[in-house]
């Protein structure tokens, strides 16, 4: 009985201090052991069959960290296989996510993309790091300010992020190669379906309990529909009319 109460004592003690060990470990901070950090990502990205090299290399080079505020950069793993807070109730998406979704959408040099949902600006740093022309609308100003500057910071001049509502589409009549939804509407938004090109193809997740990624491809005026993995991702909120 002691024998057992002094084992049964010993083990939370382990318990207790390697949770503790765990919650104070320092995430990797030096520039190689981040580079070592975004190593160890892409390896699991190619592990789960993200293929495409261009893809790979983006994501082997951006600085995700960076583009997470300060005050959350150092609470969890910035490249860890998870999403992760950013302030005002907002995520970054998982790594695996941002390659999966960029993939399939598949992403040439020179398109124009409109992303909705800049939240921390990372998937945006991706896709103008393979070489697209980005127009990203964030509803939140403050995220919207801290993705333009991290962008900035970062040289990457081909991104314009705008402070504003993604269900009214980019303001100006640009006619998009491709749309990237990163939060969720219920609905698909048809001012976004109009602001694609004929032949072009928005990715979104849609809906609100149960969600599902959906591809949408634009064919001589009509569009075809596929659905995709189910996934979880925060509310597309409606602005102020
Ligand atoms: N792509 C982001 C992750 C997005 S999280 C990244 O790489 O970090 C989803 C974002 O969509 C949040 O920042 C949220 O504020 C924003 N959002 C929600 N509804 C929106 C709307 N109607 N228009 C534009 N942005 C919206």
């Not at 320092?26 to 190689?32: E, M, Q």
């Not at 081909?158 to 303001?171: H, I, T």
């Not at 609905?187 to 849609?206: A, S, T, V, Y």
Request: charged fraction near 25%; include cysteine; glycine fraction near 10%.
């Amino acid at each position: 009985m002691l024998r057992n109460g002094l084992l049964y004592r010993t083990l939370v003690l382990a318990t207790a201090l390697s949770l503790f060990a765990c919650a104070g470990k320092p995430v990797d901070r030096t520039a190689g052991e981040r580079a070592a950090a975004r190593e160890r990502m892409v390896e699991l990205l190619a592990s789960r069959r993200i293929r495409d090299g261009a893809l790979l290399e983006a994501m082997r080079t951006v600085p995700r960290h960076l583009f997470i505020p300060e005050g959350y950069r150092d609470t969890y793993d910035p490249y860890g296989d998870h999403p992760g807070p950013i302030g005002y109730g907002q995520t970054i998406s998982q790594p695996y996510i941002v390659a999966y979704m960029t993939e399939r959408m598949g992403v040439k040099p020179g398109e124009k993309i409109l992303e909705i949902g800049t939240g921390s600006g990372y998937q945006a740093a991706i896709l103008a790091a393979l070489g697209a022309e980005v127009y990203s609308i964030e509803i939140i100003p403050e995220l919207a300010e801290h993705a333009r500057q991290v962008l900035k910071d970062q040289g990457f001049d081909n991104v314009r992020v705008l402070a504003g509502d993604g269900y009214r589409g980019w303001p100006d009549d640009i006619v998009f190669d491709a749309v990237i939804v990163t939060a969720a509407p219920a609905e698909i938004p048809r001012r976004l379906i109009e602001q694609l090109r004929d032949g072009g193809r928005m990715i979104l997740p849609l809906g609100t309990w149960s969600q599902r990624l959906v591809i949408c491809r634009k064919r001589g005026g009509e569009i075809e529909i596929e659905e995709d993995l189910p996934v979880r991702f925060v509310p597309m909120v409606r602005g102020e009319e």
